[in-house]
């Protein structure tokens, strides 16, 4: 079977449907699942779909949290999934340190140090400069050194 063809239902699913009960729950389970596919042909249609979802503030957390993990794992194209995380990183870092943004942010950092993306840098370096607490300072830190420079 086509890589696409098992793509395009879990895609459908990303779509948040408010006239549906829990819809978030298979938004959540569709960005785990997207995130298997990873390191098949044509995965790289995926990354702006879970991007979409990460970047939309009015999407759950857990829903944003499932898009995260997944972009983290699209290691064979990083640049694509590191940009969908940079710009939610500017974003978060923008609106500063709150209650619903701090595991958001923090997360976002870790899957940018698992990317190793070195364009990762500067928005690494303003969380250090950041008023984000110091755990999520030590993890842009972290995620810092693991940036490949070559």
Known sequence: MAPARLYNPLLGIL???KSVRDHYILREEACQALAAFHDLDGSDQLIAPLGKR???????ED??????????KFRNDSQAAAGQLI???NREV?????????NLT???IVALGQLGDKR????LMRVI???FPNTTKRRAQSSLESIRWR
């Open 15 to 17: 779509t948040p449907q």
């Open 54 to 60: 990460l970047n939309d503030a009015n999407e759950r």
């Open 63 to 72: 829903v944003r949290m499932a898009a995260v993990r997944a972009l983290a």
């Open 87 to 89: 710009s939610a990183l």
């Open 94 to 102: 923008d609106r500063g340190p709150r209650a619903d943004n701090i």
């Open 106 to 108: 923090t997360g976002v």
């Open 120 to 123: 990762s840098f500067v928005p």
């Open 129 to 131: 400069q950041s008023n």
